[in-house]
């Protein structure tokens, strides 16, 4: 198995409103993966999915809130990020394989009649996730994000592709400060940097934009599998997109005309750029709960 990181906890002991409790479940091949738990065991669980190059931290101010509304909600951290271990090699990440580490820790964990509510590659993954076991889902609430399949990627995303490949700097909390319109403090920069304190922690923030599967990709025959899916998923799917990210604005318009849950008028614009988890919290959780009372959970 290849070189693999965890980051001692001590880098995260002072990270900012985020007064959760780890939890931790081990994979079959050896990797370790954080998520948090929090709510009544019984109420219905609400999946929140990252993206890249961000971590379950990113929905730190949505928590509180779907709790206090009765939900259960669960947010892991991908392979490579957060509190999860790090393989140090690029060449061990792959779209299929992260799949199956969210496959084989969901599974594990038990959940059904789940409200997934995705952005970035949370969505990447966690659609996939979707379309494997369509009846583990009650909803979807989607932003920011997508199930590319071989298109040609928009201006924004090949520069991004390009940065990630070869700039010899890549500071994940200004990354993440440069797509958000907020002007975030200097202790929640620090909170997106502390998970890589070494240089070889980064391997998955640094392949995930090549592994996107836009233009030529080896991942495009199992998105086109997925869309045929989520092509007869009936259950409510709910779009919030953001006004002002140039990498993702107008992907929702498939996911509209595509997917029959989607055949309703509880989509709505939020306001922020890409993490829009910093930018309009508020209004990403409205978003869940009208889709949750939509779909009855």
Same mark, same amino acid.
Request: glycine share 10%; proline share 9%.
């Given at each position: 198995?290849?070189?693999?990181?965890?980051?001692?906890?001590?880098?995260?002991?002072?990270?900012?409103?985020?007064?959760?409790?780890?939890? #931790?479940?081990?994979?079959?091949?050896?990797?370790?993966?954080?998520?948090?738990?929090?709510?009544?065991?019984?109420?219905?669980?609400?999946?929140?999915?990252?993206?890249?190059?961000?971590?379950?931290?990113?929905?730190?101010?949505?928590?509180? =809130?779907?709790?206090?509304?009765? #939900?259960?909600?669960?947010?892991?951290?991908?392979?490579?990020?957060?509190?999860?271990? %790090? =393989?140090?090699?690029?060449?061990?990440?792959?779209?299929?394989?992260?799949?199956?580490?969210?496959?084989? $820790?969901?599974?594990?964990?038990?959940?059904?009649?789940?409200?997934?509510?995705?952005?970035?590659?949370?969505?990447?993954?966690?659609?996939?996730?979707?379309?494997?076991?369509?009846?583990?889902?009650?909803?979807?609430?989607?932003?920011?994000? *997508?199930?590319?399949?071989?298109?040609?990627?928009?201006?924004?995303?090949?520069? $991004?592709?390009?940065?990630?490949?070869?700039?010899?700097?890549?500071?994940? *909390?200004?990354?993440?400060?440069?797509?958000?319109?907020?002007?975030?403090?200097?202790?929640?920069?620090?909170?997106?940097?502390?998970?890589?304190?070494?240089?070889?922690?980064?391997?998955?923030?640094?392949?995930?934009?090549?592994?996107?599967?836009?233009?030529?990709?080896?991942?495009?025959?199992?998105?086109?599998?997925?869309? %045929?899916?989520?092509?007869?998923?009936?259950?409510?799917?709910?779009?919030?997109?953001?006004?002002?990210?140039?990498?993702?604005?107008?992907?929702?318009?498939?996911?509209?005309?595509?997917?029959?849950?989607?055949?309703?008028?509880?989509?709505?614009?939020?306001? *922020?750029?890409?993490?829009?988890?910093?930018?309009?919290?508020?209004?990403?959780?409205?978003?869940?709960?009208?889709?949750?009372?939509?779909?009855?959970?």
């Amino acid at each position: 198995m290849a070189k693999v990181h965890r980051t001692p906890e001590a880098c995260f002991a002072d990270i900012p409103d985020y007064p959760f409790k780890p939890n #931790y479940h081990d994979l079959k091949g050896g990797l370790r993966l954080h998520y948090i738990d929090e709510g009544p065991r019984d109420g219905t669980p609400v999946l929140m999915m990252h993206g890249e190059p961000s971590w379950s931290f990113l929905y730190r101010k949505m928590v509180g =809130p779907m709790v206090d509304a009765g #939900y259960r909600v669960i947010a892991p951290d991908l392979i490579g990020f957060g509190k999860s271990d %790090k =393989p140090t090699s690029k060449s061990i990440f792959s779209y299929a394989g992260h799949v199956a580490w969210m496959r084989e $820790w969901f599974d594990a964990v038990g959940l059904n009649n789940v409200v997934l509510a995705c952005q970035d590659w949370g969505s990447l993954i966690g659609l996939r996730m979707v379309a494997e076991t369509p009846d583990k889902f009650a909803a979807v609430v989607l932003s920011n994000g *997508g199930l590319p399949a071989g298109q040609e990627p928009p201006p924004a995303f090949a520069k $991004w592709r390009t940065f990630a490949k070869f700039s010899p700097i890549f500071p994940i *909390g200004g990354i993440i400060q440069k797509a958000t319109r907020t002007d975030l403090p200097t202790n929640v920069v620090d909170a997106y940097n502390a998970p890589y304190d070494i240089h070889g922690s980064k391997a998955a923030a640094r392949i995930f934009p090549a592994l996107v599967p836009l233009g030529k990709n080896v991942a495009v025959p199992d998105q086109l599998e997925a869309w %045929k899916v989520l092509e007869g998923f009936e259950k409510p799917f709910t779009c919030c997109f953001s006004d002002k990210d140039p990498i993702t604005r107008g992907g929702d318009e498939a996911f509209k005309q595509r997917i029959p849950g989607a055949k309703h008028n509880l989509h709505r614009t939020l306001q *922020g750029g890409h993490f829009i988890q910093e930018d309009d919290p508020e209004g990403f959780v409205g978003a869940i709960l009208e889709t949750a009372k939509l779909a009855g959970v």
